[in-house]
């Protein structure tokens, strides 16, 4: 039991000169939230739900900044970002972080990954 638990807890957690940095999947929500990656690269997508959240992390535990305009509006993803911990997707967009069924590509030529913060 204690060999899982310490397992699981070096697989969360980094030891980079002997502090503890936590890694995107198990970080918590106060480590996503106001995440905000670099602009480079943009796909359009199609608002798919009117109204829809924009938060300002790729989490629902993050605060709503914002909502989407109507449906069959566009908007531009410059990356995406796998929530391995909730299995989810999310897109950071032009307005913020957009749940992924909330939005449709498209044309999907590759969204790139968000490189998480160093």
Not at 16 to 32: I, M, Q
Not at 35 to 45: G, K, S
Not at 69 to 88: E, P, W
Request: net charge negative.
């Amino acid at each position: 039991m204690l060999g899982r638990i310490l397992s699981s807890f070096a697989a969360a957690v980094l030891i980079a000169g002997g502090t503890l940095v936590a890694v995107p999947g198990e970080a918590s929500a106060a480590d996503f939230c106001g995440w905000q990656p670099f602009r480079t690269n943009w796909q359009l997508a199609t608002v798919m739900k009117a109204g829809a959240a924009v938060h300002d992390g790729p989490l629902a535990k993050c605060p709503i900044q914002d909502r989407l305009g109507a449906g069959g509006t566009l908007t531009n993803i410059h990356c995406k970002y796998i929530n391995d911990r909730y299995d989810n997707l999310w897109y950071w967009t032009e307005e913020g972080w957009v749940y992924s069924p909330y939005l449709e590509l498209v044309i999907d030529s590759g969204v790139p990954t968000c490189g998480w913060p160093q």
